[in-house]
């Protein structure tokens, strides 16, 4: 009993840490006892633990441990990747073989179709693509799929490692030393940045892993009940025959005694008669399966709010502003706006055209600060932000606005916002309109 009660608190310990450690830094978390829990384990802890180092040993433990730990975290380095197709092809090689007599031929038939899938859906994500990363020879077709919305993303700004302008929903990666198109997040599991070219992959991933996960968990019951049926049903009648000096056996106690009794013998039942291979294997799977389709969950609330990983933070962040009384909602002159503002061409022909005439006529109006048009292209993205949002300092209406707002917006069409909901995504086309985006770019 005691063995099966510590495989299953150490599989339980270990899918709790595992998701601690790598959902808890998700902006969703932020506020909650995960996120706190996460802080805890990766801020609090080692920075007390540093302080206690430089007072008794100068700095000398965490010094070496912090290269490590840097490298872990700042390095492209394939360690987890390892660990996790290791846990894979670990747990496939031990189970498999254990249970395979015991399945029909649909079932046999159904893990070789989804056995493969991880592996093949992890190589499309890690592996480089040139829709993901940004560099000199796509940088202008990446400049044209998103707009800037001057909420979460304004034109003009460059990348000082990549020297250029960063495209709309974009972000430089100092892991991959590169920026990133429609960036989401780095993840580690795959050892590569998720971005507009590979981030679909990243979901097929966690969905065939998930169903792996959760058929084998169904497999090792499946296969196992029927024999571990048998052994129960004696255990049952030895407990029931053996009353229980000094207790009621009517009240609730006795009730949840008996239970927990029952659990942990099934429980120790299946350890022996599945093994490690078989039934320990199978009580991980049961247990680690809703991690990656909860972490699914996630993305596909993202992709139903037309947000990556990376505009949540700064969502989140525009969030709690709001609700302390310092954001201003303002809005876009509609001569700066897309629809509205010059192409190329017909700029160089105005300019050519006034340089001839004295008097132009144009029918286009051409503001003085709209930005030069490598810096806002026009894109292909269907819709155009009209807002846009301000912070001040002292939580009063703005006096005088920064040159890039004051450039697009119209004067004093500021006014406070208390909450996300009075401000346009942009980015945001609908659910299956975001879903088809994300799957087909
Ligand atoms: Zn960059
Ligand atoms: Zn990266």
Known sequence: MTVARTIIVFTITVSLVTFIAFFGRLPAFRNTPIGFLNRLFLVYIPSAFRRLDLKLTNGRVTDSGSRLGHYLMHDKHPLVV?????????????????????????????????????????????????????????????????????????????????????????????????????????????????????????????????????????????????????????????????????????????????????????????????????????????FTWPLPLGLLAYHIYLIWAGMTTNESAKWADWGEDMADGVVFLGHRREETMQEYRPTASTRSYQTNHSAHSSSSTSPFPTPPDTPPEDEEPPTTWPLESRHILIRTLDGQPPKTLPSRIRSVAKEDSFDRVWNLAAVENVYDLGFWDNIIEVLLN
């Open 82 to 286: 390892v660990f996790f197709l290791g846990l894979v092809t670990a747990c496939a090689t031990l189970f498999l073989p254990t249970v395979w007599h015991l399945l029909r031929p649909h079932h046999k038939l159904l893990v070789g179709l989804l056995l493969p899938q991880p592996y093949i859906f992890l190589y499309l994500s890690a592996k480089r693509n040139n829709h993901t990363y940004i560099n000199t020879l796509n940088h202008a077709e990446q400049m044209r799929h998103y707009p800037y919305d001057r909420v979460l993303y304004y034109p003009g700004t460059a990348c000082r490692t990549c020297k250029f302008f960063k495209p709309a929903r974009s972000k430089h990666c100092s892991i991959c030393k590169t920026c990133v198109s429609r960036m989401d997040h780095h993840c580690i599991w795959v050892n590569n940045c998720l971005g507009r070219g590979n981030y679909k992959w990243f979901l097929a991933l966690l969905l065939s892993t998930g169903i792996l996960i959760a058929y084998g968990a169904y497999l090792a019951y499946y296969t196992l009940s029927p024999l571990v049926q048998k052994h129960y049903s004696k255990y049952e009648a030895w407990y029931e025959y053996s009353p229980k000096v000094g207790v009621n056996p009517q009240s609730w106690g006795a009730y949840f005694d008996k239970k927990k009794h029952y659990s942990l013998a099934y429980t120790s039942i299946y350890l022996d008669i599945g093994g490690v291979r078989g039934s320990g294997v199978g009580l991980l799977a049961l």
